[in-house]
């Protein structure tokens, strides 16, 4: 019997939401163990020091697939209790996972012991081992072009133009339980410095093409790198939160040189937790430690930690701990979004 594409797409993959347990005596427990069960406690303790930091900006930096693994549901409520005040990420996670998911459709749960030419013929994309609906995906990278053809047509910041689709899902009533739903009402930017690497971008592809003779949208990434450098010069402090590494990492941590640039004495980041599989022996920048970016003076060493784990074990024990632990509840929401036209770089 020939397989049909809802044989493949039949369980769907559930968000862990770190509100449900309570972590914090099984991280204090590791702890007192060894290897990266007590690099996760310290990591645990470093990012509950930043939430009671009133001084401190935290910047949420998103790599790999994390929305598409069943992590959405802990960085929504990081957002939704002001533990997080802005984010860089990849695309993916924004645009491919998280807004997808916002229009109604879903990941599901696969394996990677498939005949892959098999599901490219029935329209199934795989990551590791979940799936999703290639027909879907095409109707995602259209609702960008359809967002992108509604607007002026000028260039645009990712963070802007993520704003734009926040909206949109307030205004289509849709994504209630969206990333970039609840980052556009509690204005949380989202920057995504590689933005056309990803389903936006076949979206703009799209809108560009239709007005290949007229005005069109297009993405300033420099706009981007002077908004979150503008944020950096006028925090106290800054504190790095790494799911991941790659463009969002090294994005981050290069506000500060930025700002050294135009000519600021802003402090390295005071604050950052790195959690990756990536090795540091390679020299790339992912598995790179944050001791390492000491020497280029993006990160104070003091409070910083390198937890060597997959993402979906360790993530949402952290934002169990510190949800929790309740250091969020005095913290004020910061709302860079609505300040970065009016916020300048001091002089």
């Known amino acids: 019997m020939k397989a049909r594409q809802q044989d493949y797409l039949k369980k769907t993959v559930e968000h862990i939401d770190p509100r449900s347990f309570n972590a914090v005596s099984l991280v204090e427990a590791m702890g007192h163990t060894a290897f990266q069960a007590r690099n996760l406690a310290r ?3 470093i990012y509950h020091q930043m939430l009671q930091d009133q001084g401190c900006t935290i910047i949420l930096c998103l790599a790999g697939s994390l929305i598409s693994a069943g992590l959405k549901k802990a960085i929504y409520e990081l957002v939704a209790n002001q533990m997080v005040d802005a984010i860089v990420s990849t695309g993916a996670n924004i645009v491919d996972q998280d807004f997808f998911e916002g229009l109604g459709y879903r990941h599901y749960v696969g394996t990677p012991f498939v005949d892959d030419n098999e599901l490219r013929d029935l329209h199934i994309d795989r990551i590791y081992d979940t799936y999703i609906n290639e027909d879907e995906l095409r109707a995602c990278d259209h609702t960008v072009a359809q967002i992108a053809d509604g607007l002026e047509p000028k260039p645009y910041s990712s963070q802007e133009f993520i704003q734009q689709m926040g909206k949109w899902l307030v205004e289509q009533g849709k994504g209630a339980d969206s990333i970039v739903r609840i980052c556009y009402e509690k204005a949380v930017p989202i920057f995504v410095p590689a933005f056309s690497d990803c389903s936006a971008g076949f979206g703009l592809v799209c809108h560009q093409w239709k007005r290949a003779s007229g005005g069109k949208v297009s993405i300033d990434s420099a706009k981007d790198f002077l908004d979150l450098t503008r944020i950096k010069v006028n925090s106290k402090d800054t504190g790095l939160l790494m799911i991941g590494g790659g463009v969002p990492k090294n994005f981050a941590q290069d506000i500060v040189v930025a700002a050294e640039i135009l000519g600021y004495e802003a402090p390295m980041h005071k604050y950052a937790i790195q959690i990756t599989v990536a090795d540091e022996r390679d020299g790339a920048l992912s598995g790179s430690t944050l001791k390492e970016a000491s020497s280029w003076g993006k990160v104070s060493q003091s409070l910083e930690q390198m937890v060597f784990a997959e993402a ?20 004020k929401a910061q709302r860079w979004s609505d300040q970065l036209e009016q916020v300048s770089v001091p002089r």
């Open 312 to 331: 979906t074990l360790a993530f949402p024990l952290l934002a169990s701990y510190a949800y929790h632990q309740g250091a969020w509840k005095q913290r």
């Open 43 to 45: 990591a645990a303790h």
